[in-house]
Nanobody
């Protein structure tokens, strides 16, 4: 099994910054892509940012460009999302995602963490 655990969520004021982290563990064969999604109450889950580990290529949702930065540390199987200039509309549960393979599982799968709450409010 590949397991993802997020941390770092919390309450932050508008304009503030926060960094969330995600650690992948378990029987990992390879991970091609890691990313962050978010879901606000009553809304669909949306892609926030992804990073392709083999190349370092990143992609961001238009709404967070210039404010969020995704990075990874492959040695630690960890992906980060640095969030700056936070807005109320950034409030959501942030989920870590990894696209990869288990050691004994040849099928590429999407793995999900349980999520971490980020609340932007005064």
């Amino acid at each position: 099994q590949v397991q993802l655990v997020e941390s770092g969520g919390g309450l932050v004021q508008p304009g503030g910054s926060l960094r969330v982290s995600c650690v992948a563990s378990g029987s990992i064969r390879s991970i091609s892509i890691m990313g962050w999604y978010r879901q606000a109450p009553g809304k669909q889950r949306e892609l926030v940012a992804i990073i392709i580990d083999s190349s370092g290529t990143t992609n961001y949702a238009e709404s967070v460009k210039g404010r969020f930065a995704i990075s990874r540390d492959n040695a630690k199987n960890t992906v980060y999302l640095q969030m700056s200039n936070l807005k109320a509309e950034d409030t959501a549960v942030y989920y870590c995602n990894a696209f990869g393979q288990g050691l004994t599982d040849p099928i590429w799968r999407n793995y999900w963490g349980q999520g971490t709450q980020v609340t932007v409010s005064s």
